[in-house]
């Protein structure tokens, strides 16, 4: 990977090879902020677009408002070096709430939005709304003995190949603990309101886990398009939270059998 924008906090990753007079695909990862866990999904994405990934420093503590308007800022840097301008905005989990906030804050900026179990619902999840205050009581050593207990509710271990799980376990494992603990935080605080949710017209697709073992992933996508009036669903039954990294999931394939190309 390349970094071709950096501000500070955060920078923007060229996935692919340059292709300037190809639609920008831009990734935004899910919590660990990494923006290295869409590399199994690369090889068909690369035949219509170029490729980059939004990377969210392990340090950054910035509020939603602040993180969107770093990344707004990146692709309007990045966009005066393009021949195309046109943008595929794609977020998975914590990814998804930064794009629905990037979407209302400059929908100009966006042709197409994808939504990849977004976890815009957290903060209506009791169970999770106890357990942010008991992070507070982690030690450090503890945590990171810890995070590959939480492995089978954020993926379908078994449908993924060993190296995947491998990449997982180590997005997960280079946050801090204080990090972890404050982007905890920013997801229970996430808001977007429906009338927000309504002004907004570009297409958008949800993809959503029928196995997720971790969110209320598909009632949330059934949640958002009552709001989001040109938008479509596509369920994956079998699949698990981070479904981008099992083997039988084709995010091109995806895209192409819901015209979404």
Known sequence: MQVIQRITGVKL???????????????????DGTGELLHTQTDGLIRIFEVVSVSISPHNLSNWETITLEIIELIKL?????????????????????????????????????????????????LFSLGIPLTQWIPEFLYQGSTSVLLPFLASLGRMKEQDRLKLLKAMNSLPL????????????????????????????????????????????????????????????NSGHACLLEKDVNLYQLLISNNFV
Do not use: H
């Not at 996935?15 to 919590?31: E, H, N, R, T, V």
């Not at 966009?79 to 929908?107: H, T, V």
């Not at 404050?182 to 958008?204: A, G, M, N």
């Open 178 to 237: 204080n990090t972890v603990k404050w982007r905890l935080s920013l997801l229970k605080d996430f808001l977007i309101k429906p009338v927000e949710l309504i002004r907004l017209t570009q297409p958008v697709l949800i993809i959503a886990s029928g196995s997720d073992l971790l969110l209320p992933s598909l009632d949330e996508a059934n949640r958002l398009l009552n709001y989001l009036k040109n938008g479509r669903l596509e369920i994956l039954p």
């Open 78 to 126: 990045e966009l005066k070096q393009r021949n195309n301008q046109s943008i595929y905005l794609c977020g998975e989990s914590f990814g998804g709430c930064l794009a629905l906030k990037l979407w209302s804050f400059a929908p100009w900026l966006l042709e197409k939005v994808i939504l990849v179990n977004p976890a815009s619902s957290f903060n209506r999840q009791f």
């Open 13 to 31: 990753l060229r996935i692919s090879a340059s292709k300037k007079d190809y639609p920008l695909f831009i990734y935004l990862p899910g919590m």
